[in-house]
């Protein structure tokens, strides 16, 4: 039983598909009580919409207090440590903490101190995992083709920075999706082999089940990379113009984690399209942390068990 939520695969295959199942329950309208107030802290020290509104709106519907810290105006901005105030936020009696660090691997050190026990969330680390993304795509896939096994998956754009890419295609692999990857070549990670085909975005459009578009990072990128940046020319070779999304299968799904640069990644005609799932996944992200945060407190024996006996 999970005490932190850190990374989608150190999950087996099937407490991921009790967490989509979940998911699931609570978007019919599942309820669930606490045994006592339950609080969290929800510390985002990169800028987001959707994660961090997600999980506390996931928060509320559960019966959890948030309390949200801001960095900039926090006593980190006095050097004081993630580790001081992790168990500053622990000292003052939250149950646990929902962490987005710029740093990969935010939350190693932290495990492996024994004085912190307050439950860690990883709501993405750098470039490495965003295992609330993963859910979130995986119940959105799972609500269209009611499997993963011999789904063809394309993921597209800045393969190199995005932890979705990572998140997703480690999963996705091993749920029996086959996958295949497009975008720059100074934006695919080598390692990204062991998980797929790297091919052009022309080649695969016709033939892929799910069309995963990536954000451009132009924020992750230096100086000289931003400034020879041109948006007609991205979105030209990579991104998913109307002539590309003509060639989809019509049953073929367009997804993106957002925010969307219309127009670079995605053309604006196809953001809200009848292929789209753009904004179904930003629906699915309340489910699912729901159910991220449920196996939570249900490892910490917060939930009250007549009220959880008929979720699983």
Do not use: C
């Amino acid at each position: 039983m999970q005490t932190h939520f850190l990374d989608l695969n150190q999950l087996n295959d099937d407490e991921i598909m009790e967490l989509i199942r979940l998911a699931i329950q609570y978007r019919d309208g599942k309820l669930v009580q606490l045994k006592r107030p339950v609080y969290f802290a929800n510390m985002f020290y990169e800028n987001s919409t959707r994660t961090h509104t997600s999980f506390e709106m996931a928060e509320r519907k559960l019966g959890i207090t948030p309390i949200n810290i801001d960095p900039k105006n926090s006593s980190v901005q006095k050097g004081e440590t993630l580790s001081d105030t992790v168990k500053t936020l622990q000292a003052i009696g939250t149950d646990g903490v929902v962490i987005r660090h710029k740093t990969t691997g935010w939350y190693e050190p932290l495990i492996d101190d024994e004085r912190i026990h307050t439950s860690l969330v990883n709501a993405g680390d750098g470039s490495g995992q965003h295992p609330s993304q993963s859910l979130l795509d995986l119940l959105t896939i799972y609500d269209e083709f009611k499997k993963f096994k011999g789904l063809k998956i394309a993921i597209v754009g800045d393969l190199l920075h995005s932890r979705v890419a990572r998140s997703n295609a480690e999963i996705l692999k091993r749920l029996g999706a086959k996958l295949y990857f497009a975008g720059p070549d100074e934006w695919y990670p080598s390692d990204f082999d062991n998980f797929g085909e790297f091919t052009n975005i022309d080649t695969i459009v016709g033939k892929v089940d799910v069309m995963m578009m990536l954000r451009v990072q132009l924020e992750r990128l230096n100086e000289d990379a931003r400034e020879s940046f041109t948006a007609v020319e991205y979105a030209n070779i990579f991104g998913l113009t109307e002539e590309r999304g003509s060639k989809m299968k019509k049953k073929a799904i367009i997804m993106h984690p957002a925010p969307v640069n219309r127009n670079i990644e995605i053309a604006d005609s196809l953001v809200e399209a009848p292929q789209s799932r753009i904004f179904r996944q930003m629906q699915n992200g309340v489910f699912a942390r729901m159910a991220i945060l449920t196996s939570i407190l249900k490892s910490k024996d917060l939930i009250a068990e007549d009220e959880y006996e008929d979720i699983n």
